[in-house]
């Protein structure tokens, strides 16, 4: 086992008594792959044993749509929570778009529905309604265009007003308006793993952690945010800490993170304040292998909200 190829990716990571009882799914599941003509599109927060032992993509929200638009295989199975597997669908309404586990889903998903976009629409003739993409395909179906974290600033700017609403993230609004002259509408949800960091918590990390780089992902408070030394989506966190090698990081985001990029990163230390995203931690190798074996649980989208839904989408991607 020590030679595996693929335990050489998360030996830092995972100890080989714990890959003992990894092994016998990663391998399985990469038979399985092949055997359904399948792909593994896997989030910034799984686990070390999916990201690197089976995901065939990886990457954040962003990253995930756009590379969903491209896959060539006949099964995508979506290592992430639901809204992320709807959005795969709407860019491949004739594949088969398996999630793991139907119940991964998120606060931010929770915080919103159509209906409450109708009356922000009555409060505000006129303005744009830009949805996160952590938003389900009937919120997407009635806003005007999509964002992620990786792009929301360029996203509000692109359409030259000036004024948007931006739903339904009140903590991610909140920072882009401090970036951007666009006036912006917001919604009170939020993230319940990144609304738990608090400026309180960054300044005692400086304190016992002297010297250290605080990265924190744009759903934080803006409080937090201000005492960070950068903001970015969970991609460009990784892409920080890869070009720029700090001696000591903390990325005030969801656990699997640091998890995910220390192997390639083995002389930066990794101080982890973090929080687990529930939903995200549904997905397991257990669980993959299971999809792939019985094809459930497939994502479908009603006929009626594919094509707006999908048109907000392929407005954020097509800003370049
Ligand atoms: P990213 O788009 O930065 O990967 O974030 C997705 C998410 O759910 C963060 O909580
Ligand atoms: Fe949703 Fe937050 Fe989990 Fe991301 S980390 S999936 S925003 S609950």
Same mark, same amino acid.
């Given at each position: ?5 693929? /335990?050489?990716?998360v ?6 008594v ?8 990663v391998?399985a599941?990469q ?6 003509? %399948? ?5 910034? /927060?799984?686990?070390?044993e ?10 954040? #929200? ?11 295989a006949d099964?995508?199975v979506?290592a992430?929570v ?11 309404p004739?594949?088969t ?16 529905? *159509? ?15 830009v949805? /996160?993409v952590n938003?389900s395909a009937a919120?997407?179906?009635? #806003?005007?265009?999509?964002?992620? #974290?990786?792009? !929301? ?6 359409l030259?007003?000036?004024k ?6 009140? /903590? +991610?609004?909140?920072?882009? !308006?401090?970036e ?8 009170a ?8 960091f608090?400026?309180a918590?960054?300044l ?18 803006p ?11 969970? !991609?460009?966190? %990784? ?10 990081? $903390? ?7 640091s998890?995910?990029? $220390?192997?390639a ?12 995203c529930?939903?995200m931690k ?17 994502? +479908?989208i009603a006929?009626?909200?594919?094509? *707006? ?8 991607? !097509?800003?370049?």
């Amino acid at each position: 086992m020590p030679f595996d190829p693929i /335990y050489q990716r998360v030996s830092h990571v995972i100890p080989p008594v714990e890959w003992a009882g990894m092994e016998a799914d990663v391998h399985a599941i990469q038979e399985l792959k092949r055997a359904r003509r %399948a792909v593994i599109l896997a989030h910034n /927060y799984q686990t070390p044993e999916i990201f690197h032992g089976v995901a065939d993509i990886v990457g954040d #929200s962003l990253a995930l749509a756009r590379e969903a638009a491209k896959v060539e295989a006949d099964v995508i199975v979506l290592a992430g929570v639901h809204f992320m597997a709807e959005t795969a669908k709407l860019l491949n309404p004739e594949k088969t778009v398996l999630i793991p586990d139907a119940k991964a889903g998120c606060s931010l998903a929770e915080s919103i529905t *159509p209906a409450d976009i109708a009356l922000l629409r009555a409060a505000h003739p006129g303005v744009p309604v830009v949805a /996160y993409v952590n938003t389900s395909a009937a919120v997407k179906a009635a #806003s005007d265009i999509c964002c992620t #974290s990786g792009n !929301a600033k360029k996203i509000v700017e692109s359409l030259g007003v000036p004024k948007v609403i931006m739903l339904p993230d009140e /903590y +991610l609004a909140q920072n882009i !308006a401090r970036e951007t002259q666009v006036q912006i509408v917001t919604w009170a949800g939020h993230c319940e793993v990144h609304e738990r960091f608090t400026a309180a918590d960054i300044l005692a990390l400086r304190d016992s952690h002297p010297g250290v780089t605080v990265l924190a992902h744009p759903e934080c408070p803006p409080e937090v945010v201000a005492v960070a030394d950068y903001a970015g989506s969970t !991609a460009d966190m %990784a892409k920080f800490v890869t070009e720029k090698q700090p001696a000591r990081v $903390a990325l005030i985001t969801e656990c699997s993170m640091s998890d995910n990029i $220390a192997q390639a990163n083995q002389s930066i230390e990794f101080v982890r304040p973090c929080n687990l995203c529930p939903h995200m931690k549904r997905i397991t190798l257990a669980n993959i292998r299971a999809a792939l074996e019985t094809m459930q649980t497939e994502v +479908l989208i009603a006929a009626d909200l594919v094509a *707006p839904a999908r048109r907000a989408v392929e407005r954020m991607l !097509a800003v370049k």
